[in-house]
């Protein structure tokens, strides 16, 4: 018997001295890969929770980086007929009160050039029984805004979609006076759903079996949160950066080396942004900046100097891949002489310019700023 009919049927049988009601847990990030997707680990795809009328799809951690953690994510696809999901079941029951008490939210991307339906994405799932029949509620994407104020699925990006009492959810089963398939704000849910054998009994990353049994949907998700835990699809790699500084006659120059090792996760569209301190501090008009030999835009930010290009300067960073950016950055009077930069006639050291170069990817924006970076620094 698979874990999640045990449970069931445990329930059922015992009726609430089984069904105990558990608080919400604190706050945290659960970090869920490879290894705990499959029978045997917390977290369960389709095929480990028993027959099913449709079959699985794909259902597996995946280095597409997602617009937080930047270390992979929970890649969810179907063909003609499948249905896909990771599912982890608690081991005792929420009630749903307790659990829209605290976030729920989740991110999601759907990816146009394998999926053949629009204005659909994944969803995330609360499987729960109301005064004992047992339900799964659905969050509807297509009916909601997301945090970037996008309304409803926009494929190629990432969307932060953060549920709340209001949010719009779909029930499965015909429970207390909601039909079968009939939509309610998880507040209505939550007020009809109070008795001893009520509750939530986990969550699940779902994409279902389409209308039309021809269509196919690819999609990732990531960093599901719900009764306090997020739960943060990675892979077990690390990206990583280097950036190493020379001078010119003009100022300085070098390169930001990103690197994505063979289990790391992959970037859509990466470039990089500069971030400049120098002693002197030029304006952003008084410094010219080249990126991989194209003149960039130089604005300030928080103290800071910031060059960057409006396009990326790459298709995808993959695992095991390596992007290499080399720039120059010219600064007033150059550095040669030590009359110009810094504070002008005596030679020698006369300041230092520090370059953080940070790996820009696709986000929930094109050309968001990662978590992976690195600085170095020079003097005169």
């Known amino acids: 018997m698979n874990r999640l009919t045990a449970y069931v049927t445990a329930v059922l049988t015992a009726g609430a001295s089984v069904l105990c009601l558990a608080p919400s847990a604190q706050a945290a990030t659960q970090r869920v890969t490879a290894a705990d997707l499959g029978p045997g680990g917390p ?19 995946s280095p597409f980086a997602d617009p937080v953690h930047w270390n992979g994510s929970l890649h969810l696809a179907i063909g003609p007929g499948q249905q896909s999901q990771a599912a982890h079941y608690y081991t ?21 050039a394998h999926t053949t339906t629009t204005g659909t994405g994944p969803n995330l799932q609360l499987p729960m029984f109301c005064d004992g029949a047992f339900t799964t509620l659905s969050f509807q994407p297509q009916l909601a805004t997301d945090a970037e104020g996008r309304h409803g699925v926009v494929p190629d990006i990432w969307q932060h979609w953060d549920s709340g009492p209001s949010g719009v959810w779909r029930t499965s089963r015909a429970v ?43 999609t990732y998700v990531d960093n599901l949160t719900v009764n306090g835990t997020t739960y943060d ?75 960057r290009l409006p396009e990326p300067l790459a298709d995808r960073l993959l695992p095991g891949g390596t992007l290499t950016v080399p720039f120059t950055i010219t600064l007033p009077g150059g550095t040669a002489t030590g009359t110009g930069y810094g504070y002008g006639g005596g030679g020698g050291d006369h300041g230092t310019v520090t370059v953080t170069a940070q790996l820009l990817a696709r986000g929930y924006q094109p050309l968001q700023p990662t978590n992976v970076s690195a600085e170095d620094s020079i003097t005169f």
Do not use: K
Request: hydrophobic share 35%; proline share 7%; aromatic share 6%.
């Open 92 to 112: 005792a029951a929420v009630q749903l009160s307790t659990v829209i008490a605290s976030e729920i939210s989740y991110d999601s991307y759907v990816d146009s």
């Open 233 to 307: 699809f990675a892979v077990d790699g690390t990206a990583t950066a280097q950036v190493d500084l020379h001078t010119t006659s003009t100022g300085v120059a070098g390169t930001a080396v990103f690197h994505s090792p063979a289990d790391g996760p992959e970037f859509a569209d990466p470039g990089t942004r500069l971030l400049i301190s120098a002693s002197s501090n030029p304006g952003p008009g008084d410094v010219q900046v080249t990126i991989d030999g194209v003149p960039a835009t130089v604005t300030t930010e928080d103290g800071h100097l910031v060059a």
């Open 43 to 61: 977290w369960l795809r389709l095929q480990d929770q028993g027959p099913s009328t449709n079959p699985p799809g794909v259902q597996e951690v």
């Open 176 to 218: 207390a006076s909601f039909p079968a398939g009939g939509d309610a704000p998880l507040s209505d849910f939550a007020a009809a759903c109070t008795g001893d054998t009520s509750g939530v009994i986990g969550l699940i990353g779902n994409v279902g079996s389409l209308g039309d049994t021809s269509a196919s949907l690819d």
